[in-house]
C-alpha cells in the first residue's frame, strides 16, 4: 500500500506539472498544483484519516 500510495502521489504531480507545461507556463510552487490543474481528485484515490495515519507511521517507525 505505501509504494502505492508514493507511485500515485509521484504520477499525480508529474501529470500535474505536464497540464501548465502543454500551456507553456512554468510551476515554481507545487503546494497548489493539482488545485490548479483539476487533478485534486486524485486525493480520494486513498482514503482513511490521514491525522491516525500520521500517528501510527509515528509509532511504527519509532519517531
Avoid at 16 to 26: F, K, L, M, N, S
Wanted: aromatic share 4%; proline share 2%; hydrophobic share 50%.
Amino acid at each position: 500500500m505505501t509504494e502505492f500510495a508514493g507511485a500515485l502521489a509521484t504520477a499525480a504531480m508529474q501529470a500535474g506539472h505536464a497540464v501548465p507545461a502543454e500551456r507553456g507556463e512554468w510551476v515554481l510552487n507545487e503546494k497548489r498544483l493539482l488545485d490548479r490543474t483539476g487533478l485534486r481528485g486524485v486525493d480520494s484515490l486513498i482514503s482513511g484519516d490521514l491525522v491516525e495515519a500520521a500517528r501510527r507511521a509515528r509509532e511504527l517507525l519509532g519517531l
